[in-house]
């Protein structure tokens, strides 16, 4: 049983077009993530929802917009994507945001803008 | 500015040690996490470090220094399969997690 799950994988689409990745967890943690990583390796985090309440929106663009339909369930949809939105999006979960609650990724999503 | 510096990248032969250094500026300090991250995969936990001292696991040993703002992975007896990014994560005073941009290992036979 995989943890952390998202989709699609991959995604190559061209520019302007709007698309959606899909995430859930099956490890009944309160709290998930949306991390992009570019070329340059660098983690940057995007969202962060506790309880599907938004508790970190860091400056991305509003193209970016997040839902939380349970806390098992992260969506991030992007409208109108431009060649600098490709990167991999990570999904991720934790119990909490202190003490040494670990972060579980999933495999990620390579989106590709042409 | 809060930022992680940690090498870009590190050779190592197999069967021997690498340190792989992490310095840190952050406003707070709530904890240190070291990660490994395989070509194409997701990042998987290897520790957490909240008060000084060195904290084993198997091959894998990490150390922090909170004064100095610093922590080191220590690997031992290193195998191919070590070759991988290595990324370390300060979680700062307002318990959001800064990252550094990973240290490339590469494990030569």
């Known amino acids: 049983d995989t943890a952390v799950s998202q989709t699609p994988k991959y995604l190559v689409t061209q520019m302007g077009n709007d698309k959606s990745i899909k995430c859930e967890q099956n490890l009944g943690h309160d709290t998930m993530y949306w991390y992009k990583q570019d070329s340059k390796k660098f983690l940057k985090i995007m969202f962060s929802?506790?309880?599907?309440?938004?508790?970190i929106n860091e400056t991305v663009p509003n193209r970016f917009s997040p839902k939380s339909p349970d806390k098992a369930h992260l969506n991030l949809h992007i409208n109108s994507l431009e060649l600098g939105d490709s990167a991999v999006y990570f999904c991720a979960s934790s119990q909490g945001v202190a003490g040494a609650n670990v972060l579980t990724f999933g495999a990620g999503s390579r989106l590709t803008v042409l | 500015g809060q930022n992680i510096d940690q090498p870009t990248e590190m050779t190592a032969t197999e069967g021997a040690i690498v340190q792989i250094n992490c310095t840190y500026q952050t406003s707070g300090f709530n904890g240190l996490f070291w990660y490994q991250q395989h070509a194409g995969e997701a990042p998987t936990f290897l520790s957490y470090?909240?008060l000084d001292g060195l904290e084993e696991k198997g091959r894998f040993s990490s150390f922090l220094s909170r004064s100095k703002g610093y922590s080191y992975l220590l690997l031992k007896e290193l195998q191919m399969k070590d070759s991988a990014s290595y990324l370390c994560a300060v979680r700062d005073g307002n318990y959001q997690l800064i990252w550094g941009a990973g240290t490339k290992l590469i494990i030569k036979p």
């Open positions: 470090n909240v």
């Open positions: 929802y506790n309880n599907k309440e938004l508790i």
